[in-house]
């Protein structure tokens, strides 16, 4: 199995307009049709910059559109197209908040965001959102214990609990926390999840999408690589059997590449993940 992960990314600032000459020029009725024409142009010259800055953002992102009948949906997979976020293998990579040395107080991840700027994909039957739509992204169940997510003054904490991704047109990156100053916080869970669904509350009124699982982790594994030497062999079994026995005792890194059933802990019930994986690849 392939885990992808995510990387945090800033957008480069949109651009500036000094207007004080323009101003001045519109003041003079001489210039006035010289400085609409000139007004319509940078208009659209601006707006064309921000759709060109959407559409090159989402690269890594979870695509929201809406399939034919008219349920929200995420955009599938597609390793020959503009790569998007899979919930079913991707896992967010959070980071310490402070920066090492100093002991973190969280962790945290803006990545993936939700982006509804991907073109359509027919085979999938994956279909941008129209005008009106008005996305929410909301809990189905409880978080993982020290785990929320927030945007602005909206938090997730609780199932019910929801945030405003946006309109036809959203961008959005949500922060997902995991607090260490919160007493349910485990050091030694390996990964973080929650599972949602999209909601539209505008004129659309699309129906919800399937529930999804969003989880994130500290380190990047691969899954029964225990001893890390890239591969899963026969080889990984002793440092797998010393992780099961010991999980306070192994380094993170062991505890995510043990943890094959991705439930955040490494129990009896990895084995049969480790097995299957070590049957897929042999000795």
Known sequence: MT????????????PSLRTGRLSAMRASGSCRSHFDRLSQFLALFVAGLFVMEATAQHAGDIGVGRNSAGQLMIRPYDPNDTPCFDPNEGIGL???????????????????????????????????LEYGASIRLVAVEDPAPAFYVKYSTQTIRHAGDWITLGSYVLHRHPVFIVDCNDPAYDPIRTLWWCTFVLRDVG?????????????????QCQPGDVNGDGAVTFADIDPFVATLGAPEMATLQQRCAA??????????ADVDGLVELLSATGP
């Open 3 to 14: 885990v992808r992960y995510t990387i945090n990314s800033r957008a480069a600032p949109a």
């Open 94 to 128: 959070l980071v310490p908040v402070p920066d090492p040395p100093t002991p973190p107080t969280s962790f945290r991840s803006t990545s993936p965001g939700f982006d509804a700027n991907f073109g359509p994909a027919p085979e999938w039957d994956y279909w941008p």
């Open 203 to 219: 004129s659309t009124a699309y129906t919800d999408s399937d529930p999804f699982k969003l989880r994130f982790g500290l380190v």
């Open 259 to 268: 943890d094959t059933n991705l439930d955040g802990y490494v129990t009896f």
